[in-house]
């Protein structure tokens, strides 16, 4: 299968999911606070889940904003998706941490 046809059904698959969690709940963003925990724990970025979770809660936006631009910072393609972008760098070679940005997700 081809590598952007998957990222689009998996990106699809998260928008889906997303939209239903906001669906039932009303609060999405805990669907997407998992993501910026995530990040954080791959590029080793100081914060706490507690405080993704606030971030996301009171200003869902912002905290999608500051992660896309963490993630383009770090040379993602965006139209890859997650897991396109981790098959490139594995098959690059690459480690999944680009250089370190001073500070993080605090911009």
């Excluded at 914060?47 to 963490?70: I, M, N, V």
Aim: net charge positive; glycine share 12%; hydrophobic share 35%.
């Amino acid at each position: 299968m081809n590598e952007q046809v998957v990222s689009h059904a998996a990106c699809g698959t998260a928008g889906a999911l997303y939209a239903l969690i906001n669906a039932v709940t009303g609060c999405a963003c805990i669907y997407s606070c998992f993501y910026r925990g995530k990040m954080r724990a791959q590029y080793n970025i100081e914060g706490s889940d507690c405080g993704d979770c606030l971030k996301h809660f009171f200003c869902e936006l912002c905290a999608l904003t500051q992660q896309y631009r963490e993630l383009k910072n770090r040379g993602f393609n965006m139209d890859l998706g997650w897991a396109g972008n981790v098959q490139r760098q594995q098959n690059q070679g690459a480690a999944m941490g680009a250089p370190v940005f001073q500070g993080g997700m605090n911009r």
